[in-house]
């Protein structure tokens, strides 16, 4: 039984406008969620993470948003670029816990 | 600096033949990890470790041996491959002060006929 949840397989964006990635968990004990973004024929990489003790992360164009008591977050990538184009992963991890929890994959594509 | 090195890239096995996957890593990580990545299903780990000497059961461990003979080395093995054990294969690792940022390898691509 999945875990962490991102329920839209895909998602297509024009250029300059914002890309909004969505993920639902259902572990209460989730404190330490990560964005992974992957390009074809390679692995995930880290892209921005938030601690539950925060609500909102920002870096760069990118920004997470965490909302506990939905058990929701999302990320928010303004403008959108074609190099964004990828498969973003939601992960999450409890406590001390190194394990991560992985969503299924949103695949991106910013279209000219 | 290589980072995640996996090898191989691709790999056709026929069912009930045994490969071994290997990981390597320049980082000095003590945390490793197996993933296996299915469409629709996201990365799934198979085994981890925590340490040189020391491996641990993921989510989905059937079918699936790994040892640690060395901190830089991570050794997946299939004794016996299965039509079902097609897919991508991730091998990733992190450090103590951030252990939940992992990085990951470029992926091996297993084909079990």
């Known amino acids: 039984d999945q875990q962490v949840k991102q329920n839209s397989p895909s998602l297509s964006v024009q250029e300059g406008r914002i890309s909004i990635l969505n993920c639902d968990y259902t572990?209460?004990?989730?404190?330490?969620f990560l964005w992974y973004k992957k390009y074809p024929a390679e692995g995930p990489t880290f892209l921005i993470s938030?601690?539950?003790?925060?609500d909102k992360n920002e870096d760069g164009r990118f920004t997470v948003f965490l909302n506990k008591s939905a058990k929701h977050l999302s990320l928010h990538i303004v403008p959108s670029q074609p190099g964004d184009s990828a498969v973003y992963f939601c992960a999450a991890s409890s406590g001390n816990d190194y394990k991560l929890s992985f969503g299924a994959g949103t695949t991106v594509t910013v279209r000219a | 600096n290589a980072g995640v090195t996996q090898t191989p890239k691709f790999r056709v096995l026929k069912t009930g033949q045994s490969m071994t996957l290997l990981c390597a890593q320049d980082?000095?990580?003590?945390?490793m990890y197996w993933y296996r990545q299915d469409p629709g299903m996201g990365l799934r780990l198979i085994h981890y470790s925590v340490g040189e000497g020391t491996t641990a059961k993921g989510e989905v461990p059937d079918g699936y041996n790994v040892s640690r003979l060395k901190k830089q080395n991570f050794l997946l093995g299939l004794e016996s491959a299965a039509p079902s054990q097609t897919s991508v294969y991730f091998c990733?690792?992190?450090?103590?002060?951030?252990?939940?940022?992992?990085?990951f390898g470029a992926g091996t691509r297993l084909s079990v006929l």
């Open positions: 980082m000095n990580h003590e945390y």
């Open positions: 572990n209460s004990m989730f404190d330490y």
């Open positions: 938030i601690s539950s003790i925060k």
């Open positions: 990733a690792s992190s450090y103590e002060l951030a252990k939940n940022i992992q990085y």
